[in-house]
């Protein structure tokens, strides 16, 4: 159906930072959009049916019950041929991404790499701190496959990744994140507005910025506030800032610094510290750390806000839970299932946060409607594939004497 198939790639916001692509980059880039959105949804729908008609029954014959966690559904899944053949189109969806992408930004990398820095040195909105360090679990693999991860390049001080993934995304999600693919950002800008429409932070961090998708759109609704955008991958950032400057944003700054040390900021800095589509890429560890020092950096009465996807409980079904497990074996994506599998209000309250003060909201891209179909509110669970986010947080509460 015409109606099922994504926005064309030329579809694409272009800022001066994106990487250009010529007609026949552009044509694979739209194969693999619609190639995407073909396997979420009526190839991926295969699996519940493969699951309900051979891999369900075939379980109970042999053990005499029902799985009893997500890890048993899968080691039965794996054996079956159709989830096997979804695993590897989507497995290989991903790989041929990262290759497009490589493909686009090697050839005019010396463009790109002038660009930037000229962008970078006149914005002043890039700072980077060669003494930190790249965390081991963003080491371990190459997230989302992607060559060098988040913090690699080609070569010293170029923006390989950052371009390769702000080039690349739109194929990967089926062009529901919008035309800059900051349908994330845009959907928490949404919901704050509608939640505390004359709410004015001055100070707001968001922690693992990548190239910035998510934080811009939060500068740009807040054009009075400051706005610090950290990461750890130098890599990243220079692609962000300049990104960022070449859509004409000026009140945010691109940081390099760790979540895990945010000793340079004072206690009560900050009104808002947001994290989007980050947890899942930290330790059991770091996570925690994170959680503690954002709490601490955070003002009184101020925002703490992570866009994840849900957490799994007794209420998910064990195969939803092993659908949205697949990243975690599939998409270099080590920290997915464990994280998923915790508790998360416990472990804000563990970091500071009272669970009296957390809250647990819906929010879902902010996009186009008449270039990008929004993500449906209903119908068949796709599994995490819908730009359809959790979103936890809290409000940290007064001290004692501001609340008298």
Known sequence: ???DLPPPYTALTRHEMMPRTSHDEAARFN??????????????AG?????EKRVLPAFRAEHGRDPEHRYEIRDAMNED???????????????????????????????????????????????????VEQPEYQTAVDIHCQPGGYHGGEREGDVTVGA????????????????????????????????????????ILDIGCTIGHNAVPIAQAFPDAEVIAIDTAAASLRYGAARAAALGVTNIRFVQASGEDLSRWADG????????????ELSAKAMPRILAEANR????????????????????????????????????EPFWSAMHGQDLKDVMAKAGFPRDAQFTAGVRAVVDPEIFPPSPDDG?????????????????????????
């Not at 993934?165 to 349908?183: H, Q």
Request: proline share 3%; glycine share 8%; no cysteine.
């Open 47 to 51: 699996n519940k049916l493969a699951y």
């Open 164 to 203: 390769n993934y702000d080039v690349g995304l739109f194929a990967t999600v089926g062009g529901a994140l919008g035309g800059l693919n900051d349908g994330g950002g845009q959907a928490v800008v949404d919901w704050i507005k509608s939640e505390r429409p004359d709410w004015k932070p001055r100070r």
């Open 380 to 404: 068949e669970e796709d599994f995490g594939r819908a730009a359809i986010w959790n979103a936890y947080g809290a409000w940290k509460p007064l001290a004692r004497e501001e609340a008298a």
């Open 31 to 44: 194969f693999l959009t619609a190639f995407n959105r073909y396997l979420s949804g009526t190839i991926g």
């Open 81 to 131: 041929d159709w989830h096997r053949m979804w695993s590897a189109l989507k497995r290989n969806s991903m790989e041929m991404r990262q290759h497009f992408g490589r493909q686009v930004v090697l050839r005019q990398l010396d463009e790109l790499d002038a660009m930037a820095r000229q962008y970078n040195e006149h914005s002043g909105m890039l700072e980077l701190d060669e003494s």
């Open 297 to 332: 950096v955070l003002a009184p009465g101020g925002l703490i806000l992570h866009v994840e996807q849900p957490q799994y409980s007794e209420q998910m079904p064990l195969f939803e839970q092993f659908m949205r497990d697949w990243d975690a074996f599939n998409n270099n």
């Open 269 to 280: 800095h900050f009104d808002w510290v947001q994290t989007t589509m980050f947890l899942h």
């Open 1 to 3: 159906m015409a109606s």
